[in-house]
């Protein structure tokens, strides 16, 4: 239960959802991320550093760049977690478009 709880924390940040957000679309690297989202460098590579503590981003050297993805094990489980608990009735909504 505790390590849900930290997962949603970390998740409460606006720029961490920005950036799960982007990095959707395919790998990005830091200043690609922080071009898209009009905050420094730094402070992407400071939510990356976060996200991957969190197994919920990793990353790939390219050359001289590093390229972050999505784990998308990572996400799907949160995804679960979050239905498991969810009593809004999205879910049978979403079952009922599909």
């Known amino acids: 239960m505790k390590q ?3 997962l949603f924390k970390l998740l409460s940040v606006d720029k ?3 950036i ?5 679309c395919g790998p990005m ?8 989202l009009g905050v420094t460098p730094s402070a992407v590579s400071q939510h ?3 996200l991957k503590a969190a197994g919920l981003v990793t990353n790939e050297r390219k050359g001289y760049f590093i390229h972050y993805s999505l784990n998308e094990e990572a996400l799907e489980a949160c995804r679960k977690r979050l239905n498991r608990i ?3 009735g999205c879910i049978e909504v979403l079952s009922e478009k599909s």
């Open 16 to 18: 961490r959802i920005e």
């Open 86 to 88: 969810c009593t809004c």
């Open 20 to 24: 799960i957000e982007r990095l959707k």
């Open 48 to 50: 990356l550093r976060v």
């Open 4 to 6: 849900a709880a930290e």
């Open 29 to 36: 690297t830091v200043n690609g991320l922080a071009e898209k």
